[in-house]
């Protein structure tokens, strides 16, 4: 199994002739979809959802109705191959994968909450998940955590605390354009200094394998 990381939320996982990328968002740079053979997009925000790099791949997208909605409305072209997929269920996208949860993280108590479903895949023995803008964890032991690090709607100590109860043993920063390079740095310090033993955590470059 090959993990990538590209910016922001974007994330490739690669076993045998399947790819898989997850959240091509407007952060992203486009070449993070090409040979793709499956997309899965968390929710419909535009930093994790970006109809033109959806075009410049023909593979099919698993995602949840709210972005199914908005593809229809903004890109009809691209939400012809859209599969829908409810929060809980299990899919073969080329790699078996099951979408966890169901809302966003609360952004203020003053707005809507938006739909998120995160995606826990298995590659070559090796479970990832991707929780998209959420803290809802899989409720079963992973192998890769994908964890949010910065946000309007996240907390260093949330960060953490999120990691620290999926339990992960490797952790792998994302959701990452949003802080300086500094404050980067400090969340970076907190993730090494407050993880568990067994729990190791990294920030990658664009375009980095885990």
């Not at 099919?60 to 908005?70: D, G």
């Not at 903004?74 to 829908?84: F, K, M, N, Y």
């Not at 929060?87 to 966003?104: I, T």
């Amino acid at each position: 199994m090959r993990l990538t990381k590209f910016g922001h939320a974007c994330i490739r996982v690669e076993q045998d002739d399947t790819v898989l990328v997850v959240d091509p968002g407007g952060w992203t740079s486009p070449e993070a979809v090409d040979g793709a053979t499956a997309l899965l997009l968390t929710h419909e925000h535009p930093d994790h959802v970006h109809p033109e790099h959806l075009r410049r791949t023909t593979a099919p997208i698993w995602t949840i109705e709210a972005v199914a909605r908005m593809l229809r409305e903004q890109a009809p072209d691209v939400a012809e191959r859209v599969t829908v997929v409810a929060p809980g269920e299990s899919f073969d996208a080329g790699l078996p994968v099951r979408a966890v949860g169901e809302l966003h993280a609360v952004i203020h108590p003053d707005l809507p909450r938006f739909d998120n479903s995160g995606f826990l895949l298995e590659a070559g023995g090796t479970t990832v998940f991707h929780p998209g803008d959420a803290l809802t964890g899989p409720d079963r032991p992973v192998d890769v955590l994908c964890a949010p690090v910065s946000a309007p709607w996240l907390k260093a100590s949330e960060a953490v605390d999120f990691a620290r109860a999926v339990g992960a043993a490797r952790n792998l920063a994302i959701h990452d354009r949003v802080y300086s390079e500094e404050g980067l740095g400090i969340v970076d310090g907190h993730f090494g200094r407050l993880l568990g033993e067994d729990q190791s955590y990294v920030r990658l470059a664009e375009g980095s394998d885990l």
